[in-house]
């Protein structure tokens, strides 16, 4: 289930400074894409990146990764507004993750294609994590992007001939494509029942789906359980470091007006469009999102009428912290657990 079956010798060790590297840039990338995407803004238009606060182009010196940020002490050369350190924490961040992927599965065992798959889906992931934590959402477009790169991996698998191809007899990315639809959508589904409230955002389904695609169903289901540890204890820490402060202008769920939870046909019909791929479809297929899902296909968010959706639990950045981990940690997770069940006497 991971890096140990290359048998090929792979690059040199400290070769992770490329993955660092690569990871800095595309992280840089993905600054752009957690700004613009849920913004309804063009990944393409401006081509080149602005200042936030004084719309001025940005050029070279202001754009190489974490160093701008640093050489600039976190402010804008042309109107000296200050830069979020989240800028240079998603640049650091993406060179980080790389740099594990490249000595996993470039350095200890030579799987390139390994290393690019879970590479796209780790920089999707932190993207989530960071559109989520600040907006509670996460955009159609880069959950499609996320469960396609589960099938095309799947794909390489086939073509290779390789084992993993498969899991109970189907595509191992059908098969957590369906387990990570289903396990969330249960939650959904118990959480209304139960409290009569929204546990978890229709968002955090169509992720875990991705994710399942990406990992494959069990790992998927290992980094669910990793994002409840990192939910609850980053949590509590967060109820701790803020105090009180800031909860009274976080709408609970029985605060905002006209709160209606969701009805049962909608969470079934729902379900049933994320199992199909309806969503993902409807980014084409326009037509066809609108009539399953009886609403619009989200045209970007606009600043100005955003409202919390509520839900019991902001779920969503875990989920994809939980995935990250599960994604650049496997191998050395899936030994912890072999050891576990060893010591347990399970094995
Ligand atoms: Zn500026």
């Keep these: 289930m991971g890096a140990e079956q290359g048998s090929v010798v792979g690059f040199p060790g400290w070769t992770w400074l490329f993955g660092f590297l690569i990871g800095s840039c595309i992280g840089s990338f993905l600054n752009v894409v957690v700004y613009r995407v849920p913004?309804?803004?063009?990944?393409?238009?401006?081509?080149?990146s602005f200042c936030p606060s004084c719309r001025h182009p940005l050029g070279v010196p202001d754009l190489?990764?974490?160093?701008?940020?640093?050489?600039?002490?976190?402010r804008c050369r042309h109107c000296g507004a200050r830069i979020h350190p989240r800028y240079m924490l998603v640049e650091l961040l993406t060179g980080a993750l790389f740099a594990l992927l490249w000595h996993q599965h470039l350095v200890q065992a030579f799987d390139p294609a390994k290393a690019v798959a879970y590479a796209l889906a780790s920089a999707t992931l932190v993207a989530i994590v960071f559109i989520d934590f600040e907006l509670y959402i996460i955009p159609d477009s880069v959950n499609a992007f996320l469960a396609l790169v589960g099938v095309?991996?799947?794909?390489?698998?086939?073509?290779?001939?390789r084992p993993e191809a498969t899991t109970w007899g189907i595509p191992s990315?059908?098969?957590?494509?369906?387990?990570?639809?289903?396990?969330?959508?249960?939650?959904?589904?118990?959480?209304r029942a139960l409290f009569g409230k929204d546990a978890m955002g229709h968002g955090d389904i169509?992720?875990?789906?991705?994710?399942?695609?990406?990992?494959?169903p069990a790992s998927a289901l290992m980094s669910f359980g990793l994002a409840v540890v990192a939910g609850a204890v980053l949590g509590a820490l967060q109820v701790l470091l803020r105090g009180r402060g800031r909860e009274d202008d976080e709408a609970s769920p029985e605060d905002a007006a006209g709160y209606?939870?969701?009805?049962?046909?909608s969470i079934f019909r729902s379900g049933l469009?994320?199992?199909?791929?309806?969503?993902?479809?409807?980014?084409f297929l326009p037509g066809l999102y609108r009539r399953w899902f009886g609403e619009e296909p989200e045209a970007g968010f606009d600043e100005e009428e955003f409202q919390v959706e509520p839900t019991m639990i902001p779920f969503g950045p875990y989920l994809a912290l939980g995935a990250i981990a599960a994604t650049v940690f496997q191998g050395p997770l899936w030994s912890l657990v072999e050891r576990y069940q060893v010591w347990a006497g399970l094995k």
């Design 39 to 48: 913004r309804g803004l063009s990944l393409s238009e401006p081509k080149s």
């Design 273 to 283: 469009g994320y199992l199909l791929g309806i969503d993902i479809l409807g980014l």
């Design 260 to 265: 209606e939870p969701e009805s049962y046909a």
């Design 64 to 74: 190489v990764p974490i160093l701008s940020w640093l050489a600039l002490r976190g």
């Design 173 to 191: 990315a059908l098969a957590g494509w369906i387990v990570g639809t289903v396990a969330i959508w249960l939650i959904l589904l118990f959480g």
């Design 152 to 161: 095309a991996w799947n794909v390489w698998l086939y073509a290779s001939g």
């Design 206 to 216: 169509k992720m875990a789906r991705g994710i399942g695609a990406v990992l494959f």
